[in-house]
């Protein structure tokens, strides 16, 4: 190995709440893990996981004036490193699970020999919302754009906002804003919704939100925060601008997992399968926790309590 020669008792792929939590339980208990905690891209991809692009966390337990999600996250990554967390900005390119110990490459994926080995793995790289990919849209994360509307729906108050999406999630989500927005559009490319009846039903007799069909979102405006969206009607080109300050993204999530296709079991999305009430995969001493496995809750403080979880349960297999 060209970092180590040493084979550590926990190595943790990825950082967020849940990988961080993970890092300072399995630290507390003299594991000494490493967590390699990734590299940011510029598709998205930042150590620390989506806080990190969030502004004010007002829902995460023990803060009642609220916390910057950047904030949050230095702490919990300064937390571990005080309990002798070894924290790596670097990215994992190839792992081997077939084996003991297990085998982790950074760099080079063909590489005759890995860079780190551990007896035991904690995957938490998380999930990445979908995004539209327009110009400013990543630049106005946080500042009027989100992916998450239990997060940040409460800052919208008296609004008007928009949704793009038309499945079951849209339509949750565009139902829940309304108990905070003066208004909720849902802007859909197709003339009917894939949501299943019911949530259109409740959609549809919701008096706060309209729909745009037929239409497609083609920017972000505003300098420092959103103060409207372009958009454009597929069927007849016409363009417009829609006066709004928030836009939700509910087009779906992908989990982090290709790096595991192959080796471990997932579900066809893609999430990591864990054992019921647990963090264990079919891989025995490979953890899951976070985003990665939880295609349901997608909260900072569930991926958090997941964490503690998994370094529980790696703690556990090793005395074992």
């Not at 950082?15 to 590299?39: H, N």
Request: aromatic share 6%.
């Amino acid at each position: 190995m060209s970092e180590s020669s040493d084979v550590r008792d926990v190595a943790i792929i990825g950082s967020g709440p849940a990988g961080l939590t993970a890092a300072i339980y399995t630290a507390r208990a003299s594991l000494e893990p490493l967590v390699i905690e990734g590299e940011p891209s510029s598709t998205g991809d930042q150590p620390g996981g989506q806080l990190m692009l969030t502004t004010e966390v007002e829902n995460f337990p023990g803060f009642p004036d609220g916390i910057m999600g950047p904030e949050l996250m230095m702490n919990c990554r300064a937390q571990a490193e005080r309990f002798g967390a070894d924290l790596r900005t670097e990215k994992v390119t190839k792992v081997d699970l077939s084996a003991r110990p297990f085998s982790i490459w950074v760099g080079d994926p063909d590489a005759a020999e890995p860079t780190y080995q551990a007896k035991a793995v904690i995957i938490s790289t998380g999930a990445k919302a979908l995004m539209l990919d327009l110009p400013n849209e990543q630049r106005l994360i946080g500042r009027g754009v989100s992916t998450c509307a239990t997060c940040d729906g409460f800052f919208f108050r008296d609004a008007d906002i928009a949704i793009v999406g038309g499945g079951d999630s849209a339509m949750e989500e565009a139902n829940f804003l309304t108990k905070f927005a003066k208004s909720v559009t849902v802007v859909h490319r197709r003339e009917e919704l894939r949501a299943s009846q019911i949530m259109q039903d409740r959609a549809m007799a919701n008096p706060k939100i309209k729909f745009l069909w037929n239409t497609v979102v083609t920017d972000v405006l505003g300098d420092d925060s959103m103060t409207g969206l372009a958009v454009e009607n597929v069927q007849t080109g016409e363009k417009s601008e829609l006066d709004i300050t928030g836009l939700f993204i509910a087009i779906g999530h992908r989990p982090n997992t290709d790096l595991f296709k192959g080796q471990l079991e997932m579900k066809d999305n893609g999430y990591l399968i864990t054992a019921p009430h647990g963090t264990q995969t079919n891989v025995e001493g490979v953890f899951a926790c976070g985003d990665v496995q939880d295609e349901t809750y997608r909260q900072a403080i569930t991926a958090a309590g997941s964490g503690c979880a998994a370094a529980l349960d790696a703690e556990r297999w090793l005395e074992a």
